[in-house]
């Protein structure tokens, strides 16, 4: 019950820094801006001290754990990995235009009868 009232006042942060971006549209847009970061920065910490937020933080430390151990490709294997794929769109793109070339001209020339060019 205390980390739904938790998660609930978090969310009441969260809305009346936007209630006080809007209300006060005379006032500096960098203070406004500054208040909404603020009340964001303010909902996580009151959030975090709940068993929902303390596994999300978790869950977001063991990402980053998971992230440092993958293997990215080289920048070569990057460039010719795209190379092959942008080498297919156009390979592809040309095959569906051909074939929707060689359609049109089966239904409307031989089908229909009907003179396109």
């Known amino acids: 019950m205390l980390d739904k009232l938790k998660l609930t006042a978090a969310a009441l942060i969260v809305i009346a820094g936007i209630g006080v ?12 801006t500054a208040l909404v970061i603020g009340s964001v920065v303010a909902a996580a910490a009151v959030s975090l001290t709940s068993t929902q937020g303390q596994a999300a933080w978790q869950f977001a430390v063991g990402a980053r754990t998971e992230v440092r151990k993958v293997v990215w490709p ?3 294997e990057t460039v010719q990995g795209t ?3 942008i080498l297919m769109v156009i390979v592809i793109g040309i095959y569906l235009w051909l074939l ?8 409307y020339d031989m089908l229909l009868g009907v003179r396109t060019g």
């Open 21 to 32: 971006f809007y209300g006060f549209s005379d006032a500096s847009l960098l203070l406004r």
């Open 74 to 76: 080289t920048r070569r």
């Open 83 to 85: 190379l092959v794929v």
């Open 100 to 107: 929707d070339t060689l359609s049109f001209w089966v239904i």
